[in-house]
């Protein structure tokens, strides 16, 4: 090729390339220009549909709200709705996975649960896993819980509240450690944690019963049984004197004999009475009789002897009754007292299964003969009594002839004026004037009639 002829190729190739660059710059600097007609309308659309869309979010938004509003409105506040079970759900997760427990909403949950105020939800499905989480929990982890609640600046009620739901756990991990922990509330709070206290002095006596009492001993002194009321009782003080009694009674009477006379003289019947002569062994039950007749006058040994009895014979057998009286080898007005109790409690079981007849009345009266000849006629009109006291008209008159047939065979007034004078005639006066009319003592008579009026 000569150079003339490569100057000309290479003059066209440069011309080439020269139209090249100009088109390629024509096309950058057209490109943009074709878009701006499809973005401007796109901008428009968008424009132009906003304030719907913005309306649309809005009512979506106040929509949901509502849906929530009427379900948990409709939801039922004892099961608490989905909105609150949502929101603890968190916290009881973690409780079951033995991690941080959501104290701050236990201790109110426990405060709602105590008043059950209407239209106040309740989240007791949380209470009870709660529970659950407690009986799992160590001596050591329980007062560890303990710590962390005293640390949160609760509200001493609610605090309380979520408290108590300890006590019947440490009591059973720890006895000595929930008396410690606790021992303020027995004089600050004793209808709350304080009043689940007495278990532990029981629990802990049954094991080291010195340790226990010198603790007793110990809290007494300090004030923590000091009564607030004007006359110096502490029901707090009784209560606990009868659980510590009801362990020492089957090791060491004399004990508990010193520990009741030094109580005053109208609290020592009382504190008797509340001992629990069931759970007692039947060498400990002797010694309970024992004590009641040396430390108490006769005519106030009535309450707790009866406790006894009906403690242990609650069914009125009288076979059962008979034992337990020979084998404590009881008096006259002890038995009297016991056959009227078993009377009362087996002609009132009679009534509320079926109807009393003249065979139950007349092996009754024959026990009771042989138990409390004295009083024998009068205890079953006491008992007959009782049973017409809640009957209607049928049952009422159903007993009433009753006992005019054994008044008619034995003469004796006692039953009739008795089952006369008690609180079933009230209710049926026309039929227990009539009734009175048969009564032979005219003194007794006039006067049960003018009661009747």
Request: aromatic fraction near 4%; proline fraction near 5%.
């Amino acid at each position: 090729m000569t150079n003339e002829s490569l100057q000309v190729k290479q003059g066209e190739s440069r011309a080439g390339l020269d139209l090249g660059d100009a088109a390629a710059e024509d096309r950058e600097i057209v490109k943009p220009a074709h878009l701006i007609p499809p973005v401007l309308a796109l901008i428009a659309v968008l424009l132009w549909n906003l304030p719907p869309w913005r309306s649309m979010q809005a009512l979506e938004a106040n929509s949901q709200n509502l849906r929530v509003r009427i379900a948990a409105a409709r939801t039922p506040a004892a099961t608490g709705g989905r909105e609150t079970r949502e929101r603890r759900a968190p916290s009881m997760a973690t409780a079951r996975e033995h991690k941080a427990i959501d104290w701050q909403y236990l201790s109110v949950q426990a405060l709602l649960a105590e008043q059950r105020n209407p239209g106040e939800a309740v989240d007791d499905e949380a209470l009870e896993t709660l529970g659950e989480r407690l009986s799992e929990m160590t001596r050591e982890e329980l007062l560890t819980a303990l710590d962390e609640i005293a640390a949160l600046g609760l509200e001493p009620e609610a605090r309380a509240k979520l408290e108590a739901l300890f006590v019947e756990h440490l009591v059973e991990k720890d006895p000595e450690a929930a008396l410690t922990r606790f021992a303020s509330a027995i004089r600050d709070d004793p209808d709350g944690v304080g009043s689940g206290l007495s278990p532990a002095l029981q629990a802990w006596a049954k094991l080291e019963p010195a340790a226990a009492t010198a603790w007793f001993d110990r809290a007494i002194g300090e004030g923590v049984f000091e009564s607030k009321t004007l006359d110096g009782r502490s029901d707090a003080r009784l209560e606990f004197e009868a659980t510590l009694a009801g362990v020492l009674l089957a090791t060491d009477p004399a004990a508990v004999g010193r520990r009741i006379e030094a109580l005053p003289e109208d609290q020592r019947a009382e504190t008797l009475q509340q001992i629990t002569v069931a759970d007692l062994d039947p060498a400990a039950q002797k010694n309970y009789i024992d004590l009641t007749r040396s430390l108490l006058p006769v005519d106030e040994r009535e309450g707790p002897f009866a406790s006894a009895f009906c403690e242990l014979v609650p069914d009125g057998d009288y076979a059962k009754a008979t034992t337990f009286l020979d084998g404590i080898q009881a008096t006259p007005e002890e038995r009297s007292i016991a056959a009227g109790f078993a009377a009362n409690n087996r002609m009132d079981d009679i009534s509320q299964n079926r109807e009393v007849t003249y065979e139950d009345v007349a092996a009754t009266r024959e026990w009771l003969s042989r138990q409390a000849p004295a009083t024998a006629d009068r205890l079953m009109g006491e008992a007959l009594a009782q049973a017409a006291s809640e009957s209607g008209d049928k049952a009422f008159a159903k007993l009433a002839d009753i006992v005019l047939e054994v008044h008619a065979s034995s003469g004796n007034d006692e039953m009739l004026a008795a089952f006369l004078e008690g609180s079933g005639s009230s209710a049926h006066p026309e039929q227990a004037r009539i009734l009175a009319q048969k009564i032979t003592d005219p003194q007794r008579r006039e006067e049960i009639l003018e009661s009747l009026r």
